[in-house]
């Protein structure tokens, strides 16, 4: 290994170091509850009227935080506009489970831009609400909130998935402080 490749990887380390010492740095607790959102979005797809697509979300935080009350979720979809086409019901789902959405053809609404168009763009949408509890802090709460979203899009009469993806992008929800940091002194 070069002389260059060691200082690099050194100055990495130490720069992990200062980071980790920042983030163990203890956090006074706080007086009231804290809740944290955040909200996942897919890229637009088409779809015809012989396909559906299907919003499913997997809760893939370990097993060891089912103590904690689980991730509320709220999927929905939104056409080009930004307008909500469909949207479900809101569910908790623990460490391990899913949950899912499908919209089809004939459920798009006719005031939706491209209702009647041949082919409909849409995107689908997850937005969740983590809230700390007194004795639980909301990183803790956070923890069982690690969220896989996947979109499909599948042949309705066959089920033959014909686009697939997980690529998902965060959108910006406002400002949530997850936590009061000491000032530095």
């Known amino acids: 290994m070069t ?24 956090v006074p607790s706080l007086p009231t509850p804290v809740v944290a959102q955040q909200t996942l979005t897919t890229g637009m797809v088409g779809f015809t009227s012989s396909q559906t697509v299907e919003l499913t979300v997997l809760n893939t935080a370990p097993a060891a935080t089912t103590t904690l009350p689980g991730c509320e979720v709220q999927l929905a979809f939104y056409d080009s506009q930004g307008h909500v086409v469909k949207q479900g019901t809101a569910t908790t789902i623990g460490p391990g489970t899913s949950t899912s959405l499908t919209l089809s053809r004939s459920e798009v609404p006719t005031a939706t831009a491209a209702a009647s168009a041949a082919r409909v763009p849409v995107r689908g949408q997850v937005s969740t609400v983590a809230a700390s509890t007194a004795s639980s802090s909301s990183t803790v ?24 993806t997980t690529d998902t992008r965060a959108l910006y929800t406002g400002v949530v402080p997850l936590a009061v940091l000491p000032a530095e002194r």
Do not use: H, I, K, N
């Open 3 to 26: 002389m260059v490749w060691r200082s690099a990887l050194a100055a990495l380390a130490l720069s992990a170091a200062q980071l980790t010492a920042q983030v163990t740095t203890p």
């Open 141 to 164: 709460a956070l923890a069982a909130c690690a969220l896989f979203p996947s979109l499909e899009v599948y042949d309705t009469t066959t089920g033959v998935t014909q686009v697939f």
